[in-house]
């Protein structure tokens, strides 16, 4: 069963226009940081961050139209990248639930902003 | 009687010597052919001779540590030595033994052979990670002559980023080169198992040990990515002196035990998977029966994998990590435990019925099948958070991972040993030495890490150079047994070696197994097969003819 | 298993013909396009890059660890690194930004080229561009750390940024700044590297190496780039964008 190189070229049309809105979301992302926004600061820019990575990985790395295989090994690093960000947060996150329990002086651990 | 001078007769001419067979090892003679290989079998047999020198000297430490551990008092070396030794010997074993031994040597060997393909993915990049593997060992072993390392294996900061005076920085660097060279080498079988099988191959009819392999490649390249990058932090911080995790600035040593963990964990599944594959391929050929539950085996290889990867917390339950955060790892790891104990079950119930061939290689699986047993139950004690806060850091956690690493892992390997040697080397050895120096090597290993749980119930503590007196007796037999355990690993290197010339020369098939590797010649030509074979049944058939009235 | 049409090689003292010229060294292998132990270009095409997709999960790990232990600090301290990445240079973080997107735009017009088979001068012109954008980041990178030692922002190297918000612990800044040094640093060796290939690949581009059977070295440099690029636009609002 002989596989041929992949035969759709992309055109290039289509490269510019996701360059172009690639420019866009960074002008964007810069503007916005200048814009009161309180917590919501890294929320957006990560929201940003990660709509411009979507479309390099789908249009310039050709994972749109990509075999299931690769976009496997996409979901696998992220889902691990998730788990190791994840768990490890949830150690901090949780350090000092109990301490209000263990000494009543001692307030829990502060998890908005004040330090 | 008269005695007759006996005259010599004549002997028949010999007959002309016959031409030799081209296989991988004579196919081209010299340094250069070796050295600039492309050949996946001449690539193993390389890091074979690596890795072979890398065990030795990481039994030197062990050696050194037990001497150490006759007497209660630090008598033989210095404290600040003996810190060395232990770190040492964990180091060279870990990185430069146990994680490349079975992939790098049998993997390398028989993974495109098993699924009929004429070489890896990427021969130059196979041959790549054999040098990085080289430097690294090299940086390393250089690391440890000029005066060594005394962080323990596991680097941990503060004292490995900000105080330790010794080599901390170079040792680094020489384990962050050899997981490149695991990256590489997990890299390579993944595409190799995926774009290369032979036509008919398909998942399921892949030898169980390729699904072991293709399991440990996956966590090769997922974790080894973050260990790398948590000691590349600690050299950082060693050589610029910013703090990332000194405690001064608000930097917190427990995060690199994460980042350290998260791959160090799933590292002891990359040293066991592979050996739990070679169990599965010597639990069928010796007993002539395909395993039980091929997909049960199949799947909890993946299965291990990657729950391995939720557990790592359990090293840390007594470091400040959050209570919560311990209760999730301390259920994870229970969990973890199932797919092992599958496969134990499964390959058990292979055995039941089975038409049993006692080889040397069998020895090694049932030594495999008792030690990991009793290696992964007492995991589970320190799984639970309570029981563990009593033995953490005692010699109960050296006897359990010794009970995995040496008495699962270590036989896994000289089971793969003693089954492929005759595939790799077209040589045979004597089966009785074979079978006596595993007998020994049982005997030994058992009398030296047995004692080593009751220590540590006992409260000794691991790391010490001195212990209190009460526990000299079973110090005393531990050491015995290692003396036993060392010459049970010294008689391979001398009959394997001596088979090399006085062997008898092998079949195709010495064992009768099943398998696209059995079905060449020994050893194996240069591209593998003469034709690219066509599979048609599935792995562990021993009897044809049967199947196919079956089918 | 059993196997239909193998044969396991003749029996020993029978003869064999000479086996097939086998690349037991390097240096053929090397100039041939379809490797001998692949069936097709097709498959070799597929090998190689799902071979630079599982290196580039690799790598999606190891910054991944970088950054999971930078956004844990961050948790940690809010305010000393919102101080501290007011201090960096926002605008230059976007020059770079837009500069590293257009020679990811050149870069897929590059292995666009060689997949068409445009010929080897467009091919070379647009790694070229890529090049000079990739260079002028490198540069730019190296001009910002000099600004940012002159600020005194560099740990370790007379630290003391000033005007520091009063409350704020300039300690874990430290921290901070020792993770914007190392996440740039890791990131401009990676890119360096990235260039150390473009060039070998544009030498070899203006032999007439790559063909639109053959063309899977671009194609894994392009994936290559495009992984530096995406960590990049991570970096971005992680690093400069803390508000």
Redesign the interface.
């Given at each position: 069963m002989a596989t041929q190189t992949h035969a759709h070229v992309t055109p290039t049309r289509t490269y510019l226009l996701i360059w172009a809105a690639l420019i866009a979301l960074t002008l964007l992302t810069v503007l916005l940081s200048s814009v009161p926004l309180g917590e919501w600061h890294t929320p957006v820019g990560l929201l940003i961050a990660v709509t411009k990575a979507t479309l390099i990985v789908l249009f310039f790395m050709h994972a749109m139209g990509g075999s299931r295989l690769v976009w496997m090994v996409i979901a696998t690093s992220i889902l691990f990248l998730a788990i190791m960000y994840g768990i490890t947060f949830s150690d901090y996150a949780t350090r000092n639930l109990d301490a209000s329990v263990r000494d009543p002086a001692r307030p829990t651990a502060p998890a908005a902003p004040g330090r | 009687m008269t005695t007759a001078t006996v005259q010599p007769h004549p002997q028949p001419a010999e007959p002309p010597a016959?031409?030799?067979?081209?296989d991988y090892l004579n196919?081209?003679f010299g340094v250069?052919?070796w050295l600039?290989?492309?050949?996946h079998k001449r690539i193993a047999i390389l890091y074979l001779v690596v890795i072979t020198l890398m065990f030795f000297i990481g039994g030197a430490f062990a050696t050194l540590i037990r001497l150490e551990l006759v007497t209660p008092k630090g008598d033989l070396v210095e404290a600040d030595t003996y810190n060395k030794l232990f770190t040492m010997h964990g180091i060279v074993m870990i990185f430069f033994f146990l994680i490349p031994s079975i992939p790098a040597v049998f993997g390398n060997f028989f993974v495109p052979m098993m699924i009929?393909?004429?070489?890896?993915?990427?021969?130059?990049?196979n041959?790549l990670s054999w040098y990085i593997f080289v430097i690294a060992a090299v940086f390393t072993v250089w690391a440890l002559a000029a005066g060594g390392v005394d962080t323990g294996w596991t680097f941990y900061t503060p004292y490995s980023s900000r105080s330790a005076h010794t080599y901390v920085a170079a040792t680094i660097i020489g384990v962050f080169f050899s997981g490149f060279s695991s990256?590489l080498t997990g890299?390579?079988f993944?595409?190799t198992i995926?774009?290369?099988r032979a036509p008919g191959m398909t998942w399921f009819?892949m030898p169980l040990f390729i699904w072991s392999m293709y399991a440990t490649s996956?966590i090769q390249?997922?974790?080894?990515?973050?260990v790398?990058?948590?000691l590349l932090?600690v050299a950082?911080e060693r050589v610029?002196?910013?703090?990332?995790f000194d405690p001064?600035?608000?930097?917190?040593p427990?995060?690199f035990q994460?980042?350290f963990w998260?791959y160090s964990h799933p590292a002891v599944y990359i040293m066991i998977l592979p050996a739990m594959g070679v169990v599965s391929e010597l639990v069928t050929t010796f007993s002539r029966k395909p395993i039980f539950g091929y997909k049960a085996v199949a799947f909890s290889s993946i299965g291990i994998a990657v729950i391995g990867?939720?557990v790592w917390?359990h090293h840390m339950f007594v470091s400040?990590?959050?209570?919560?955060?311990g209760l999730?790892f301390s259920m994870l790891s229970f969990l973890v435990a199932v797919p092992s104990a599958i496969k134990v079950f499964n390959w058990t119930a292979t055995l039941y019925k089975g038409s049993i061939d006692y080889k040397t290689p069998f020895l090694y699986a049932v030594y495999f099948l008792a030690l990991f047993t009793i290696g992964g139950l007492t995991g589970l004690v320190l799984a639970a958070t309570a029981t563990d806060v009593h033995i953490h850091d005692t010699y109960f956690v050296i006897a359990h991972f010794h009970y995995i690493m040496v008495g699962g892992a270590i036989m896994g390997y000289m089971g793969a040993m003693h089954y492929w040697w005759p595939k790799m080397t077209g040589r045979m050895y004597p089966d009785w030495i074979a079978n006596l120096a595993a007998l020994i090597i049982f005997v030994g290993f058992n009398l030296t890490f047995f004692p080593q749980f009751l220590l540590g119930y006992q409260g000794m503590n691991r790391r010490y150079w001195e212990y209190a007196p009460e526990f000299q007796v079973l110090n005393v037999m531990s050491s015995a047994g290692a003396s036993i355990l060392a010459v049970g690993y010294l008689m391979p290197l001398v009959y394997f070696l001596w088979s090399l010339r006085y062997g008898k020369?092998a079949p195709?098939n010495p064992w009768g197994a099943?398998?696209?590797e059995w079905?060449?010649?020994s050893p194996?030509?240069?591209?593998n097969?003469?034709?690219?074979?066509?599979?048609?049944?599935?792995?562990?058939?021993y009897n044809?003819e049967e199947?196919a009235v079956v089918r | 298993m059993s196997v239909e049409h193998v044969t396991p090689g003749p029996p020993p003292g029978i003869p064999t013909a000479p086996p097939a010229p086998h690349a037991a060294t390097v240096g053929e292998s090397f100039a041939t396009p379809l490797a001998h132990h692949f069936r097709d270009f097709g498959q070799q095409h597929e090998a190689g890059t799902l071979g630079m997709w599982l290196f580039l999960a690799t790598e999606v790990l190891f910054f991944g660890g970088v950054l999971t232990a930078y956004e844990i600090y961050h948790y940690l301290y809010p305010q000393a690194f919102e101080a501290g990445s007011q201090r960096l240079y926002t605008s230059i973080g976007a020059v770079h930004t837009l500069g590293l997107l257009g020679s990811s735009l050149t870069m897929a017009l590059a292995v666009r080229a060689a997949q068409a088979g445009q010929g080897r001068r467009i091919l070379q012109l647009f790694l070229a561009l890529t090049m000079a954008l990739g260079l002028a980041f490198l540069v730019l990178k190296g001009v910002e750390y000099y600004l940012d030692y002159r600020e005194h922002l560099v740990p370790n190297l007379d630290f003391h940024p000033e005007g520091w918000p009063a409350g704020v612990n300039q300690r874990p800044a430290q921290i901070f700044f020792s993770f914007y040094f190392v996440l740039t640093a890791i990131h401009a060796t990676h890119m360096v590297i990235g260039l150390g290939l473009m060039a070998l690949v544009l030498v070899l581009a203006g032999r007439g190496r790559y063909t639109p059977d053959n063309y899977t070295a671009v194609d894994c440099l392009g994936l290559y780039w495009h992984f530096v690029d995406i960590v990049w636009v991570f970096l971005l609002p992680l690093l400069y964008l803390i508000r």
């Open positions: - | 016959a031409p030799r067979r081209i196919v081209a250069r052919s600039l290989t492309t050949d009929g393909a004429k070489d890896l993915a990427f021969p130059k990049i041959l990256i890299l390579n993944v595409v995926h774009r290369m009819k996956i390249l997922l974790g080894t990515p973050v790398a990058i948590a932090l950082i610029t002196g910013v703090g990332i001064k600035l608000g930097g917190d427990v995060l994460h980042l998260f990867f939720l917390g400040g990590q959050s209570i919560y955060a999730i020369r195709a099943t398998g696209l079905a060449t010649a194996p030509p240069p591209d097969f003469a034709e690219t074979p066509v599979v048609t049944l599935p792995p562990y058939v044809p199947a | -």
